[in-house]
């Protein structure tokens, strides 16, 4: 796992400040700079947002490819450069009115999705 910080916190990841001593972490100025240079690394990018052609989250399927897993603003979502640069989009599934999660809980929830599907194909 690495973690690629934003424009917002140049020079240390503010809002994970012990991930430093554990996870491998880059600054980048922008997101789409990150996802640019992880495409050359050969890793899918994968936003993670509700949009129109968004597969549900229980409906996808890791390929084995390193995945770049790209979350947004928990108002805004993911920047629309980013958007049009992602290979695929999953949305987590919802039931209510109100269709927004914290953005610390999207993330363990994706995360732990496709760390069951992949771990679970061993």
Known sequence: MRLYAGASAPGY????????????????????????????????????????????LNNFQPS??????????????????????ADGCIEIPQLGMKHSLNISVSTGIVIWDIYSKLTKAK
């Open 64 to 85: 084995g490819q390193p995945l770049a897993l790209v979350f947004g603003n928990e108002v805004s979502g993911v920047d629309p450069a980013v958007m049009q640069l």
């Open 13 to 56: 990841p503010e809002n994970s400040p012990g991930a430093t001593d554990t996870v491998e972490w880059q600054y980048f100025g922008s997101t789409v700079e990150a996802v640019e240079a992880l495409r050359a690394e050969g890793f899918a990018i994968i936003a993670i947002e509700q949009a129109a052609n968004s597969m549900m």
